[in-house]
């Protein structure tokens, strides 16, 4: 059964800071890797979909990396602002459309 | 552009009364889901559907039902309500594309935030 890992469940940063979010898989044989991000009272959005024959994704200041072999994925976010701040979660797609997702990290970024 | 709309957005439940949750999509997306999310548990696949007329259970299907019959809307009922429904639930969609059926993301809703006294 595939089961899917965030480290860590908190995170709070000074604003500007590069930060690193992380995310495991114990069934190497997905689809694809999506990252979301949820504000508060909010849905999720879709940030970046990482397939499964990509290495990495990038958009804007979001940097989305894929090691399907050791069953990791990173977020990046450079240069962070109190406007990231939000909870964000992976899921991964494991081939029968469906999503299995993690607990999220819930990040502040401080002014 | 609505995308994924949930009704209500909050609703206070008795146990053992029944409500129905109302998805909408805009999108003509052959994919809906229903999750619920709970603290510290991310989100749960309730049901799911890949089309008009089929519905399919998922991870926490017990004292659910779905419906889905027609394309944009996607249905979840709760027949008997209990204190371990009280969660917020999601709606999500997503496309189809004969080749690249797994490699679009899915659209959610806002939420419905149900409390179950």
């Known amino acids: 059964k595939q089961e899917v890992t965030q480290i860590p469940a908190a995170l709070s940063v000074p604003e500007g800071e590069n930060l690193v979010l992380n995310c495991s898989f114990t069934d190497s044989a997905i689809y694809n890797l999506q990252w979301f991000r949820q504000d508060p009272g909010k849905g999720l959005t879709s940030l970046l979909l990482i397939q499964s024959s990509q290495r990495e994704q990038t958009s804007g200041r979001l940097n989305a990396s894929l090691d399907k072999s050791s069953g990791r994925s990173t977020l990046y976010i450079a240069a962070s602002q109190p406007g990231d701040s939000a909870t964000y979660l992976c899921?991964?797609?494991?081939?029968?459309?469906?999503?299995?997702f993690g607990s999220g990290t819930r990040l502040l970024v401080r002014p | 552009n609505a995308g994924v709309t949930q009704t209500p957005k909050f609703r206070v439940l008795k146990t053992g009364q029944s409500m129905t949750l109302l998805c909408a999509q805009d999108?003509?997306?052959?994919?809906m889901y229903w999750y619920r999310q709970d603290p510290g548990m991310g989100l749960r696949l309730i049901h799911y559907s890949v089309g008009e007329g089929t519905t399919a259970k998922g991870e926490v299907p017990d004292g659910y039902n779905v419906s889905r019959l027609k394309k944009q809307n996607f249905l979840l009922g709760l027949e008997s309500a209990a204190p371990s429904q009280t969660s917020v639930y999601f709606c999500?969609?997503?496309?189809?594309?004969?080749?690249?059926?797994?490699?679009?993301?899915?659209?959610f809703g806002d939420g419905t935030r149900l409390s179950i006294l």
């Open positions: 999500a969609s997503t496309g189809r594309s004969d080749i690249l059926i797994s490699n679009q993301p899915q659209h």
């Open positions: 999108m003509n997306h052959e994919y």
């Open positions: 899921a991964v797609d494991d081939s029968s459309y469906k999503l299995i």
